[in-house]
């Protein structure tokens, strides 16, 4: 999980590099949307919220939170 949104990013910025502002958006949209989405259900979902830990939140918003 970790490793394809660091190539997503490493990838929006090899076409930012080449000039090619479309594909580096629609490769930022498509590579964070569904990272936000998995991170939503994993909060809401299954309840990670009530469980009252701070750091549990934190690696939620480091999009770590498939880790724990």
Not at 7 to 36: H, K, V
């Amino acid at each position: 999980f970790v490793a394809e949104t660091v190539a997503a990013l490493c990838l929006s910025g090899a076409y930012r590099a080449a000039g090619d502002r479309m594909w580096q958006w629609l490769t930022l949209l498509f590579a964070l949307l569904p990272c936000a989405l998995v991170q939503l259900s994993l909060v809401f979902i299954h309840r990670d919220v009530s469980r009252d830990r701070p750091l549990v939140l934190l690696l939620h918003l480091l999009q770590l939170g498939p880790l724990v």
